[in-house]
């Protein structure tokens, strides 16, 4: 093995040992919104899918939950609807109309 196939061999397993974490930190988010006393299933996919589109939405989360044991669906989905970049996901260019 080379030299240049040892690095790329570090740069593979730091890879995925990243990956693997950000799949173990989502699970973890699963297994935290199935748990929320009024928890149901469109609530726990729309979460997942804002956590899911940036690591630190997963970490924003995740810490509020943990720092609010007690919250309730609509606490959650609140704190998520007031994050900075909750706006960006919906974001639709309009074109103008082409007239001949």
């Given at each position: ?20 974490r950000k ?5 973890e988010l ?18 997942l899918s ?51």
């Amino acid at each position: 093995m080379t030299v240049l196939d040892t690095k790329a061999a570090v740069r593979l397993e730091k890879a995925f040992l990243k990956v693997r974490r950000k799949v173990e930190n989502m699970d973890e988010l699963t297994h935290m919104l199935n748990n929320v006393s009024d928890s149901y299933y469109d609530f726990v996919v729309a979460v997942l899918s804002y956590a899911k589109k940036k690591e630190h939405r997963e970490k924003a989360v995740s810490e509020y939950m943990m720092s609010n044991p007690d919250a309730k669906s609509s606490d959650i989905l609140l704190f998520v609807s007031e994050q900075e970049d909750f706006y960006e996901d919906n974001t639709v260019e309009i074109q103008p109309e082409k007239r001949d």
